[in-house]
């Protein structure tokens, strides 16, 4: 029974001390997993003051800094002190690839909220996770009290006052009022950048039946920034007459709202028609995309007429923007009541009506422009003033997981023996591109060929490269770490993985710890087997002893047995 149990154990020993193949061995090279990683890189107010009723231009960056391509959707909350909402939007849900940066922006108008202090807040989620959250502060302030200046030519007598407009909240509407002048083509909302200048046209109808002379007032714009080509004009029955507007907003005007008031007057009979001015303002060097909006109503025609133009103020492409307009809930819920001009655009949402462009390679310093009308007309302007343009820009090329190491493999190395390291990489430009790569072994006991290789990468590639590794001293067995280093003029990457040397060669493929546990094995065989042998021969004695023992007393029976005989 213990025999047999005894070359079952050295029968299991022997199995279990088999050498296995490389193959079988662990291979402690890195392999990149699959990563999504959505980031708010920040977030920005400008400016971080506005007047009562201004508007703040919020933007909100977001990089995808994982190696798979992410869905991503984002909200920007704007709070008070206290922490009350006034206002959440919920940006359309994009992809992004790997590497991507997007900045979403829109525009917040302050309204007839109080002055005080308030936040943007950002968050964004992405294949079901949040990412971090970012904030900007801004503040409301009071307008500055209007400045009187005497009216030009009232001499050193004194003469007129004329009161220097400020921007200031709009009213909840703004609504027309004519008399036998109508305004049969009108201007209501012009948003323009200070420091710029532009021409639009009106047009005045005389709905009587008589010629009139009619002269033409503006006011309620910031100062020397509007002038119209003629202030006196005739207009027969019937007819309608052109007046182009000129704006000239001066560089350090007031950003902000100004209701600017026009007033046909003809004799007793006056009308009058509203224009909201939008001035915008940013610092120098402002690098997001910046939209302008202008709405004109054709009473002729019974449309409403909508100009978005967007500016690249940076010094580098945008590869893509997309743009968004909502349609003013009272002016059109039917998109079939859209209709583009030249550059068409989509409808993504239909309650509220909300339309979007997408815009290719925008240069640096270009302005792009889409148009679009809108079958129907307000008599109420407010709502245009309410409604704003978001935008989302994305980039890549600048992106910092432009070029990304997918997978680094080292197999198992053997002294005297060549191994073949392979490196998967991701190459996430939009233009070609060229690299130079190579490995950093250790110092003593390698030999790395080619010293280096020159990779030349497609647009949105993946690249498979090879290097021969030979350990050729002793110095090298054990553990060991190598690094692969990609280097352009525009993305360097650095990636380490850390692999094992075996030698000597003679002993390819043999397990040492199998060993260890073999020699551990065999010292306790060599202990049972000990156990079993000095037991044994302890029997042996015993037997030996009780066999004397019984011989000695039965010759001493004997003995006895024999003197009581005799004496008898």
Do not use: C
């Not at 005389?206 to 006196?232: F, T, Y």
């Not at 704003?388 to 053997?414: D, H, K, M, S, W």
């Amino acid at each position: 029974m213990r025999k047999g149990f005894l070359l079952a154990f050295i029968l299991t020993v022997a199995a279990a001390a088999t050498p296995v193949s490389a193959e079988a061995q662990v291979n402690s090279s890195l392999e990149i997993t699959d990563l999504a990683l959505v980031a708010l890189t920040g977030i920005t107010a400008v400016p971080q003051e506005i007047n009562e009723g201004g508007t703040v231009d919020v933007s909100l960056s977001i990089e995808n800094q994982g190696n798979v391509e992410a869905g991503v959707q984002a909200n920007i909350t704007i709070l008070n002190s206290t922490g009350d909402r006034m206002q959440n939007t919920v940006f359309a849900a994009f992809n992004m690839t790997p590497g991507e940066t997007a900045v979403l922006t829109y525009s917040w108008n302050a309204g007839s909220n109080p002055i005080g202090d308030y936040s943007a807040n950002g968050l964004a989620v992405y294949d079901s996770t949040l990412t971090n959250a970012v904030n900007a502060n801004f503040s409301i302030v009071s307008v500055p009290t209007p400045t009187a200046a005497p009216t030009p030519g009232g001499g050193s007598g004194g003469g007129d006052i004329q009161i220097i407009p400020r921007p200031k909240p709009l009213p909840p509407e703004i609504k027309p009022e004519y008399g036998v002048i109508e305004f049969s083509k009108k201007v209501i909302l012009v948003e323009i950048l200070a420091g710029s200048a532009r021409v639009e046209s009106i047009a005045l109808k005389n709905a009587d039946s008589k010629a009139r002379e009619v002269q033409l007032a503006l006011s309620g714009a910031p100062k020397d920034s509007l002038s119209a080509d003629s202030n006196r004009l005739v207009i027969q029955p019937g007819r309608s007459a052109t007046v182009s507007l000129g704006f000239s907003i001066p560089k350090d005007a007031e950003p902000g709202d100004y209701l600017v008031k026009l007033a046909a007057v003809s004799g007793e009979a006056q009308s009058t028609d509203y224009l909201i001015l939008r001035v915008k303002s940013y610092p120098e060097g402002y690098a997001n995309p910046i939209t302008t909006k202008t709405v004109v109503m054709d009473v002729d025609k019974g449309e409403t007429q909508v100009r978005v133009a967007i500016f690249n103020p940076s010094e580098k492409k945008v590869e893509r923007i997309q743009l968004f307009d909502r349609v003013p809930l009272s002016a059109a819920k039917d998109p079939s009541r859209v209709v583009f001009s030249e550059k068409v655009g989509v409808v993504v949402s239909r309650v509220p009506l909300e339309l979007a462009w997408e815009l290719r390679d925008v240069l640096p310093g270009e302005h792009v422009t889409i148009a679009y009308a809108i079958s129907g007309l307000l008599d109420d302007y407010a709502p245009y003033a309410a409604s704003v343009v978001r935008t989302a820009a994305f980039n890549t090329e600048e992106a910092r997981g432009l070029l990304q190491v997918r997978e680094f493999r080292i197999p198992p190395l053997y002294v005297g023996k060549t191994g073949e390291v392979t490196a998967l990489l991701f190459y996430g430009g939009l233009e070609s591109a060229k690299a130079s790569l190579f490995l950093e072994a250790p110092l003593n006991g390698f030999s790395v060929e080619p010293k280096s290789l020159d990779v030349a990468f497609a647009p949105r590639s993946i690249r498979r490269v090879s290097f021969n590794v030979t350990p050729f001293s002793q110095e090298a067995v054990g553990s060991n770490v190598m690094t692969l280093v990609v280097a352009s003029e525009d993305f360097g990457v650095r990636q380490e993985a850390g692999f094992i040397v075996y030698s000597p060669a003679g002993f390819e493929g043999f397990d040492w710890a199998w060993l260890v546990l073999l020699a551990a094995l065999v010292v306790a065989a060599a202990v049972l087997i000990g156990r079993h042998a000095g037991a044994r021969k302890q029997r042996q004695l015993e037997n030996r002893f009780r066999s004397l023992t019984i011989e000695e007393r039965d010759g001493y029976l004997k003995v006895v047995r024999e003197g009581v005989l005799g004496k008898k």
